[in-house]
């Protein structure tokens, strides 16, 4: 014999909120809290700026931070404490908000304190940082992160260990905006990031995309839809997954499988061969 209680019947949840069943403890679960209150369902108590902290445990119960940050760990969050990194610069005045620095000293005057400037001796407000490696582009030898200084660097800006340049024209593949047409100067009349070289009004398929931006610039396909990101739009790409095994061979056009593995292959050739006699 074996018994079972649904624990939903002792309604373990705040009042309101609805309980499902599981098959596994606690046996039941609590969906969300009422507006206006947050909590695990069980326990639910105001929430005043509806982050999702109740204000018991909200470092900022007035001002929504769902990420309850406190650069400082005061237990005040940043949201709503006016010395974010407790150096005694209030956050307006702070050239480095999150970072400690009392002195505010700022080498290269770019109104970013030294202690959080990634380019301390160089002035880069914006802090442009491509690669990511903690140096700011203005002072970094390799602003892609590819191993080739800036100087030999084809496409400076843009990832390419590999410099290729089909067109010869010095500028990389990676940021050529007409590839495949020499263009060393890059011009670019109408600021669509197609250079004039290669630059077309004309709409072939009239799908609403010229053909110099079109992935199929001959088929209609105005949603533009290319699955193995290989620059080529589905609706002419004759190996959509880009698995090596051409449309109308693939057993799984979408998903690349080069191995064609197909447990229930009776099944499915038994398929195919009733779609091909249709």
Excluded: W
Excluded at 71 to 93: H, Y
Excluded at 157 to 167: G, K, L, R, S
Excluded at 235 to 252: I, P, S
């Amino acid at each position: 014999m074996t018994c079972s209680r649904n624990p939903c019947l002792e309604n373990p949840c705040y009042d309101g909120v609805s309980c499902q069943m599981l098959p596994s403890e606690p046996f039941f679960s609590c969906g969300d809290c009422p507006v206006g209150l947050a909590g695990d369902g069980i326990l639910c108590a105001k929430d005043s700026d509806a982050d999702g902290y109740p204000d018991g445990e909200d470092n900022c119960p007035r001002h929504p931070n769902s990420g309850q940050e406190d650069t400082d760990r005061d237990g005040e969050g940043d949201a709503c404490e006016e010395d974010v990194d407790a150096d005694g610069v209030g956050n307006l005045a702070d050239n480095c908000r999150y970072v400690s620095n009392p002195a505010q000293e700022d080498f290269d005057g770019d109104k970013i304190g030294d202690a959080c400037d990634n380019c301390a001796k160089v002035s880069n407000r914006k802090q442009t940082d491509v690669d990511g490696d903690g140096r700011g582009n203005e002072c970094d030898d390799d602003i892609d992160g590819d191993g080739l200084v800036n100087e030999r660097d084809n496409c400076a800006f843009v990832y390419n260990p590999e410099q290729e340049d089909d067109d010869g024209d010095g500028v990389g593949n990676g940021c050529d905006n007409c590839r495949m047409k020499h263009n060393p100067f890059q011009e670019d009349s109408d600021g669509n990031e197609v250079g004039d070289a290669c630059s077309s009004e004309v709409d072939s398929d009239g799908d609403g995309f010229q053909d110099d931006l079109d992935n199929c610039p001959l088929v209609e396909n105005c949603a533009q839809l290319d699955t193995d990101g290989d620059g080529i739009g589905d609706a002419c790409d004759e190996d959509r997954d880009n698995d090596g095994v051409l449309n109308g061979l693939d057993n799984c056009e979408l998903i690349p499988n080069a191995g064609q593995g197909d447990v229930n292959s009776k099944l499915l050739g038994g398929l195919r061969h009733f779609q091909s006699t249709r």
